[in-house]
């Protein structure tokens, strides 16, 4: 039991570290990291959620510390993705997830790719009143409760791809994941029972450490190999999904 433990603070460090610092991948990298070590898909999924409860809070105030969050991002970002992450608990519960995941991993490729190519082009920046914020954020809570992970992903890649400044949507993606991850966090709860998630607490301590480096390097990295980082973690997660 000990070294399960350590075993998922090992993971749930590692995985904050990027999110925090690319505003994505807690999610695809804890379930996959947990579904190697043997833990059951849905178990998996679960702690996952459960413990990105407390990783999300602390990032998302770490990064409102450092002024990475647009504001009216997240008044436009957080409903939706709260919408999206119901109706996506109540969809897991109906169907099977594994079979979406194939068109969002190509999906995700896709987005991974425009980004890669973005990096090397002039910025084009847009306001917030871009029309697309609210149905990303919807889809985001959608694919993020069915697959285990994906909020940060189809959130972050989305609204970097259409020109949004780098920096902010990581911080205010990451602030909005809290209320997102709440209500399919819950979902959970009632479903499983938390005896069947306390393998969480260990993914709660390494996020919750790890959380202020995120931010902090967020703010140090130049945007280009940000932006080359972001493709990569996408395109490779992605890839391995379909494969």
């Known amino acids: 039991m000990t070294s399960e433990i ?16 690319l505003g994505m991948a807690f999610g695809v990298l804890s379930t996959t990291s947990l579904l190697a070590f043997g833990v059951p898909a849905a178990n998996a999924s679960a702690m996952t959620h459960v413990a990105e409860m407390f990783t999300t809070a602390a990032s998302g105030l770490s990064h409102a ?20 992450g119901a109706i996506g608990a109540y969809l ?3 169907i099977d997830g594994k079979t979406i995941e194939p068109y969002v991993s190509a999906y995700l490729i896709a987005i991974g790719l425009l980004i890669l190519y973005k990096a090397f082009r002039p910025p084009v920046p847009r306001e917030v009143r871009d029309w697309a914020v609210p149905p990303v954020g919807l889809c985001g809570g959608v694919l993020d409760a069915i ?14 791809g259409r020109g949004h ?19 399919i966090s819950l979902t959970f709860v009632a479903t499983l029972g938390w005896s069947q998630l306390n393998s969480a607490i260990g993914l709660i ?10 931010a902090i390097l967020v ?12 493709s990569m973690v996408i395109i490779a997660t992605s890839a391995i999904r379909i494969l």
């Not at 350590?6 to 610092?21: K, N, P, R, S």
């Not at 920096?167 to 209320?179: D, H, L, P, Y």
């Not at 703010?219 to 080359?228: A, F, I, K, T, Y």
Request: a positive charge; one cysteine or more.
């Open 6 to 21: 350590f075993f998922f603070i090992a993971v749930g460090f590692c995985a904050q570290i990027v999110d925090g610092a």
């Open 65 to 84: 510390y450092h002024r990475n969050v647009d504001w009216r991002l997240v008044a436009r970002l957080a409903p939706a993705g709260m919408i999206g």
């Open 92 to 94: 897991l519960a109906n």
């Open 147 to 160: 697959g285990g992970g994906g909020w940060g992903p189809i959130v972050t890649s989305t609204l970097i």
């Open 165 to 183: 400044d780098l920096k902010r949507v990581i911080g205010s993606t990451n602030f909005t994941e809290f209320a997102v991850t709440l209500t």
């Open 205 to 214: 301590i390494g996020g919750v450490v790890a959380a202020p480096l995120g």
């Open 219 to 230: 703010n140090r990295l130049p945007v280009r190999p940000l932006m080359v980082a972001v």
